[in-house]
């Protein structure tokens, strides 16, 4: 298997445009989560999704960010419009139900002018 | 609001002795303990866990040990090599199974010759 699938990985963009991040899971996972990655917190959980549904997404930073999952092997995750503080490093992970780990994508460096 | 800790963001250890990590917790809906182990521009990717009903497991060189009534974990390396050198996650879920994790902020080791 390919693993989970990110693109961009990388991302520079300015103030106020549109990022779309992707993911493709491990084929025949059925959780999908997205994470971002910062010095200062660390791994933080945003949101995940069981069965395409999404199940918590309490830690959206805030309205400005979205994520869906159209079908089981794709997902993404929005942020409109961007702001600097938004620039981390965004990971996709995917598990299946039963196993005890996540599998991480190799993630998307995000930089905001 | 810190549940996963980690209160050391590095350590330097000479190839062939111990590395020791530390990890607390604050949640004691946490039962089920992991450690991700993350090189530069990848993914983090799974290491070893260990359930609440354990004190401790092993595999390899790596042993992670359990402290409840502390609420603090521990993930020993032995003997260190140099290609141990990366950032350790430790991460905790209130389940057996991996639906969901909260990590802490990493402790960047770095092995010298």
């Known amino acids: 298997d390919a693993g989970v699938i990110q693109s961009p990985r990388h991302e520079v963009t300015e103030m106020g445009q549109e990022v779309t991040l992707r993911c493709k899971p491990i084929s025949g996972h059925d959780y999908l989560f997205w994470y971002r990655q910062t010095m200062m917190r660390g791994l933080e959980l945003l949101i995940y999704f069981n069965n395409n549904v999404p199940i918590d997404d309490s830690g959206m930073p805030e309205d400005r960010f979205s994520a869906k999952m159209p079908n089981a092997s794709f997902s993404t995750l929005k942020i409109q419009p961007s702001e600097p503080r938004d620039s981390a490093v965004y990971f996709c992970?995917?598990?299946?139900?039963?196993?005890?780990?996540?599998?991480f994508g190799p993630g998307t460096r995000l930089t905001v002018l | 609001d810190q549940q996963v800790k980690q209160n050391s963001p590095s350590l330097s250890v000479q190839e062939g002795r111990i590395s020791i990590l530390n990890c607390d917790y604050t949640n004691s809906m946490f039962d089920y303990f992991l450690w991700y182990k993350k090189y530069p521009a990848e993914g983090p990717t799974f290491l070893i866990s260990i359930s609440s009903i354990k004190d401790k497991n092993e595999d390899g060189r790596f042993t992670v040990f359990l402290n409840k009534s502390a609420k603090h974990l521990s993930l020993h390396i032995v003997p260190s090599q140099p290609g141990d050198s990366a950032v350790y996650f430790c991460?905790?879920?209130?389940?057996?199974?991996?639906?969901?994790?909260?990590f802490g902020t990493g402790t960047r080791l770095q092995v010298t010759l």
């Open positions: 992970a995917s598990s299946f139900a039963g196993l005890d780990t996540q599998y």
């Open positions: 991460a905790a879920g209130p389940t057996g199974t991996a639906s969901k994790l909260t």
